[in-house]
Nanobody, 115 residues
């Protein structure tokens, strides 16, 4: 099983980034996919979740209206479009795949929002 996140980097406040997570080694289309993040000194928190077939997405309150999660089951990839980024969005962003007791994590990608 592999989850490989790409797309992080340094961006100015108000800027945008698009994260991608490429999955392999499991039946991607059966899994709920999520993005989490962890800032220095803080616990890992949920950013957004998308069901296996897409549709009813869930967002943390602070990300609503700024972040969009999507998936392409044909490409085994989940995305996180992040707009109007703020310094408090600085964190390592992790991709997560979950199906009942199966729970997989990527290695994370650093997002830094700073002028």
């Amino acid at each position: 099983v592999q989850l490989v996140e790409v797309g992080g980097g340094l961006v100015q406040p108000g800027g945008s980034l698009r994260l991608s997570c490429a999955a392999s080694g499991f039946t991607f289309s059966s899994y709920y996919m999520s993005w989490y993040r962890q800032a220095p000194g803080k616990e890992r928190e949920l950013v957004a979740t998308i069901p296996s077939a897409g549709g009813n997405t869930i967002y943390a309150d602070s990300m609503k209206g700024r972040f969009t999660i999507s998936r392409d089951n044909a490409k085994n990839t989940v995305y996180l479009q992040m707009n109007n980024l703020k310094p408090e969005d600085t964190a390592v962003y992790y991709c997560n795949a979950r199906l009942f007791i199966k729970n997989y994590w990527g290695q994370g990608t650093q997002v830094t929002v700073s002028s």
